[in-house]
């Protein structure tokens, strides 16, 4: 069966980067391309970037533009998702969640808790 | 980029009773491409409905998505127990920036 095993909770000072990772099995990981999604505390969910794992073309939100890298180890299936110049604003859940058809997610991952604090 | 806004906010009703949910849109979703999720607290979103009226694998039929366009609605014909959660829609017409709704809570009244 499809799955998507992240990375643990991270807790990082402002101005540091975070990588997280996300690790896919049951399914062809260079198939589908993979999302990053992010959802701060009480708030709803914001769209990060996406990677398509065959090619390693990356697209990126407006927002993250700069301060986001999402990169694959295909031999790993797996997915890595940094974050840099982090601010307390950086604080959330972050998801990755498998890429199906014109762009829904089918599979996410479980989560991984950033906590960015001084 | 297109905005997704989502009405109501918050639906109070009773299990048994017909939930709409309303997801518009700044300008018009290329395609049909859009989804409905699920997110039940402390858990990952659930996909519910794609292509905005194809019920993912799984999914009862006590779900169901329609619309085009700008506008789109999820329904749930009889909300039972499990269904009291926070709903999203997300667009993947652009994959230039996709988008999602803030978001409607379905709580029980």
């Known amino acids: 069966q499809v799955q998507l095993v992240q990375s643990g909770t991270e807790v990082k000072k402002p101005g540091a980067s975070v990588r997280v990772s996300c690790k896919a099995s049951g399914y062809t990981f260079t198939s589908h391309a993979m999302q990053w999604v992010r959802q701060a505390p009480g708030q709803g969910l914001e769209w990060m970037g996406w990677i398509n794992t065959g090619n390693g073309y990356t697209k990126y939100s407006q927002k993250f533009q700069g301060r986001v890298t999402i990169t694959t180890d295909t031999s790993a299936s797996t997915a890595y998702m940094e974050l840099s110049s982090l601010t307390f604003e950086d604080t959330a859940v972050y998801y990755c969640a498998r890429w199906r058809g014109g762009g829904f997610c089918d599979y996410w991952g479980q989560g991984t808790l950033v906590t960015v604090s001084s | 980029e297109i905005v997704l806004t989502q009405s109501p906010a918050t639906l109070s009703l009773s299990p048994g009773e017909r939930a709409t949910l309303s997801c518009g849109a700044s300008?018009?979703?290329?395609?049909?491409?859009l989804a409905w999720y699920q997110q039940r607290p402390g858990l990952a979103p659930r996909l519910l409905i794609y292509d905005a009226s194809t019920r993912a694998t799984g999914i009862p039929d006590r779900f169901s998505g329609r619309g085009s366009g700008t506008d789109f609605t999820l329904t749930i014909s009889r909300l039972e127990p499990e269904d009291f959660a926070v709903y999203y829609c997300?667009?993947?017409?652009?994959?230039?920036?996709?988008?999602f709704g803030g978001g409607t809570k379905v709580e029980i009244k």
């Open positions: 300008q018009r979703v290329s395609s049909n491409y």
């Open positions: 997300q667009q993947y017409g652009s994959s230039v920036a996709l988008t």
